[in-house]
């Protein structure tokens, strides 16, 4: 099956099922890509992933390599080629079956998978691989009390069995984008896998009356990081290719925050020497060169109300020697990194312009080089070491996440074989452009339907972004403007000021004054599509989530332009939400007093008049919910008729996190959001969906 089939969006429920592409890992030899699918489940309520190979030249079919109920995720691969994922799949050789998932490895010469590890808590994640040697890290976590594999496990065993679920907390933050940080604490451990091997003895039957201990015949995880508090919240780490040195980029705690510094951790002794660490600057995504000697990372110092920090990439020996900037009149933000198949260059993705090309940084201090001009954003690339070609998932607002091959002769764009078909996208895409009060160039995504002309033109939805560090240059699953476009709406996706991809000081037109140049910005692209003849100026609605979200809030208590306004996840009373945030340090560093008092959207809530539908999930610790109850009451308090009724709606979601991300909740919202917009922009009676009973 290739990527030129398409499938159809015909309605939400077959959005929902089309398979979507979520990761890709390279082998060794540059021969076979691996790529993580995940598909609806049969009753439509989850996700379900699986591995699939296909040919990493362009020929072939793709081949499905697992097949579990609880899937898998996670892939990379030895340097020996093996494939190591994560999964909760059922382990025969366990003793008792544990829901904790595990790491597997799938023999590069064929057979089953087999589990590698077996931690009383499990796997988090695969961290890093060598690539000459078979030792790996990986990340899991451990109780603060446990001195080992087999206390934790007691431990967490005791827990169990007088179900209790409190945590002791001992430092800030206590709970992370979705989840409850603790008891256990993040750890790296190494594994050497070079001398797994089966056995065909029987086993022997452990002794009830004996404390549990690790499995012998498993090789046995060596912690790096032991009590390590939240230092192994890495914001990334790397092995040497023998496997020898791992290059972690550890959180070191401050008061409510922290600062990430570089070290270097041997992966047998695990003595750590630190390599880089500044105050008030952050070192992270560390990459380690081909033949070992060289390290590449990001330095990035804090951002203060003055204005944002630039992200800047540098390059060391792997002792930390000879730290140097490379691109140093680059500013784009560098989204992932690898060495080049010689050694003398970065290949590099970060937004630009509305997309997320791939370039080329020299290590001789040259100027970075655009290897892709295409209109898509390029993820998880990796180097055929063999070729020099590149292979990467890639992605639009027309297209979801497919893998590719570049070619290096000619920056030939070559798409792979994969199971996950593409969409067949309505409508169509082009760019509007302007120009802002201060002079600045404006531009943006715009999305028509079929048939949208002179005659016929189109109701507008301006859709904000969140971040608000980022821009509209690839796919989400999670927000689809196609849904809207086979509606029959056009919708409008800019970059306004803070939006990443078009320079440092582009940033800053909108830094400390979230209320200024990001909602002049909008409202002067909003004014260039409206100028269009196939859009309808009459009919335009405003929606966004996260920091869109918050600007949908500002846009309602500041004009009455728009039709209907939708909000999700919405900071809504920046004093209220500064402290209540998981990472509340961060949000008041970047605010001065005065700034945090002028941004605030809840001090117009009286100036209000567009009816507002309001979205939050309880289970949002970055925006928590609360900011949505207050905007909600306080909708009421000004604007409700003395019955109690208004025109604003609060769709709830209990079980939610900032995205909402359970299929058929994700139906649900996009059916209160159209049922919303049909009432309020074309004028249509409320239509109740049904699954809100």
């Known amino acids: 099956m290739s990527a030129q089939v398409h499938l159809p969006i015909s309605s939400l429920d077959a959005f929902i099922a089309l398979p979507r592409i979520e990761g890709l890992a390279l082998s060794p030899d540059g021969r076979r890509v691996v790529l993580t699918v995940a598909t609806l489940a049969r009753d439509s309520t989850s996700y379900e992933r699986a591995l699939w190979s296909v040919p990493a030249d362009g020929t072939g079919a793709p081949t499905r390599l697992t097949r579990s109920a609880t899937g898998e995720s996670g892939v990379a691969f030895t340097g020996s080629g093996d494939v190591l994922f994560v999964s909760g799949r059922p382990d025969a050789a366990a003793e008792k079956e544990t829901e904790a998932a595990q790491l597997w490895l799938l023999p590069a010469c064929g057979g089953d998978a087999r589990a590698?590890?077996?931690?009383?808590?499990?796997?988090?994640?695969?961290?890093?691989?060598?690539?000459?040697?078979?030792?790996?890290?990986?990340?899991?976590d451990l109780l603060p009390s446990a001195d080992g594999l087999e206390a934790d496990a007691a431990a967490r065993k005791n827990r169990t069995d007088k179900k209790v679920s409190a945590i002791l907390h001992e430092s800030y933050p206590v709970r992370y984008w979705d989840h409850d940080l603790g008891p256990a604490e993040p750890h790296l451990l190494s594994l050497d896998l070079s001398n797994l091997a089966e056995s065909i003895s029987a086993p022997v039957a452990a002794d009830p009356d004996a404390a549990a201990t690790y499995p012998v015949d498993l090789p046995r995880p060596n912690d790096l990081t032991p009590a390590p508090g939240r230092a192994g919240d890495t914001a990334g780490q790397a092995l040497t290719p023998d496997g020898r040195t791992v290059i972690a980029s550890m959180r070191v705690q401050e008061q409510r925050s922290g600062r990430h510094v570089l070290v270097s951790i041997d992966a047998e002794s695990g003595q750590r020497t630190t390599l880089f660490d500044e105050n008030r600057v952050h070192f992270q995504s560390p990459v380690v060169s081909r033949d070992g000697s060289r390290v590449a990372f990001v330095r990035s110092a804090f951002s203060t109300p003055d204005g944002p920090a630039d992200q800047e990439i540098w390059i060391a020996g792997i002792d930390g020697s000879q730290p140097r900037r490379l691109a140093a009149g680059w500013d784009r933000w560098p989204s992932s990194m690898v060495f080049d198949v010689d050694d003398d260059y970065l290949i590099v993705t970060a937004d630009h312009d509305g997309r997320g090309p791939i370039f080329r940084i020299p290590l001789d201090g040259g100027a970075a080089e655009q290897l892709t001009s295409d209109d898509f954003s390029y993820t998880h690339v990796a180097v055929d070491t063999k070729t020099g070609d590149l292979v990467a998932l890639r992605s639009s607002w027309m297209a979801p996440s497919h893998p590719v091959r570049i070619v290096r002769a000619g920056d030939v764009v070559v798409p792979l074989a994969t199971p996950a078909t593409l969409p067949d996208a309505p409508g169509s895409i082009t760019e509007v452009e302007t120009v802002a009060e201060d002079g600045s160039r404006l531009r943006a995504w715009l999305l028509l339907p079929d048939g949208a002309d002179?005659?016929?033109?189109?109701?507008?939805?301006?859709?904000?972004?969140?971040g608000p560090l980022n821009s509209w240059n690839a796919w989400s699953w999670r927000w689809s403007p196609l849904l809207a476009v086979a509606r029959g709406y056009a919708v409008l996706l800019p970059d306004p000021a803070l939006s990443t991809g078009y320079g440092l000081a582009f940033i800053a037109r909108g830094w400390d004054a979230w209320g200024?140049?990001?909602?002049?910005?909008?409202?002067?692209?909003?004014?260039?599509?409206?100028?269009?003849?196939?859009?309808?100026?009459?009919?335009?609605?405003a929606m966004g989530g996260s920091f869109g979200g918050y600007m949908a809030n500002w846009i309602a208590g500041h004009t009455d332009r728009f039709t209907a306004i939708i909000s999700h996840a919405s900071l809504w009373a920046l004093d209220q939400f500064n402290g209540t945030t998981d990472n509340s340090q961060y949000w008041q560093s970047i605010f001065s007093p005065q700034g945090m008092i002028d941004s605030s959207p809840h001090h117009s809530v009286r100036d209000i008049s567009t009816p507002m539908l309001v979205i939050h999930g309880d289970h949002d610790y970055r925006v928590p919910v609360g900011e949505s109850l207050r905007l909600w009451s306080e909708l009421a308090e000004h604007h409700a008729e003395p019955d109690g009724t208004t025109r604003h709606k609060f769709l709830y979601f209990p079980n939610e996190n900032h995205w909402v991300l359970e299929p058929q909740h994700a139906v649900v919202w996009y059916e209160t959001v159209f049922a919303f917009l049909d009432q309020h922009v074309h004028g249509a009676d409320w239509k109740r969906p049904e699954l809100l009973g």
């Open 116 to 140: 590698v590890t077996r931690l009383a808590g499990g796997v988090s994640g695969i961290a890093a691989t060598a690539t000459s040697s078979d030792t790996i890290v990986i990340a899991a």
């Open 454 to 466: 002179a005659q016929h033109p189109a109701p507008l939805l301006l859709w904000i972004h969140g």
């Open 516 to 541: 200024a140049k990001p909602y002049t910005d909008l409202l002067a692209i909003t004014d260039a599509a409206e100028a269009r003849p196939d859009i309808d100026a009459t009919k335009t609605a």
